[in-house]
Nanobody, 115 residues
Framework: QVQLVESGGGLVQTGGSLRLSCAAPRSASNIGRWGWYRQAPGKQRELVADINSNGKTNYANSAKGRFTISTDNAKNTVNLEMNNLKPEDTSVYYC?????????WGQGIQVTVSS
């Protein structure tokens, strides 16, 4: 079991920035992929961005050019830098890691962008 702890959400105005972080236990090694997903009320959970152990990144079209995903291997964390936020980015954001054949999820963190 890998317990993930997310931080950094909150309320921001349109055009503002937020940085989400997700920490895995130091004992959780060999994580193959880190990802950030989001789910708005009444909508399906969707991928925002992910990064694999080789550093290859993948972004949803809505995130390209505004969001940046990165990992800090020393701290065993993944970060999501979000710039130029829009009201449609309002959602609960979830951290996700893949370790072997298993997927683990964080508890979710609220991001609200006011217009």
């Amino acid at each position: 079991q890998v317990q993930l702890v997310e931080s950094g959400g909150g309320l921001v105005q349109t055009g503002g920035s937020l940085r989400l972080s997700c920490a895995a236990p130091r004992s959780a090694s060999n994580i193959g992929r880190w990802g950030w997903y989001r789910q708005a009320p009444g909508k399906q959970r969707e991928l925002v961005a992910d990064i694999n152990s080789n550093g290859k990144t993948n972004y949803a079209n809505s995130a390209k050019g505004r969001f940046t995903i990165s990992t800090d291997n020393a701290k065993n964390t993944v970060n999501l830098e979000m710039n130029n936020l829009k009201p449609e980015d309002t959602s609960v954001y979830y951290c996700n890691v893949q370790k072997g054949f298993s997927l683990y999820w964080g508890q979710g963190i609220q991001v609200t962008v006011s217009s």
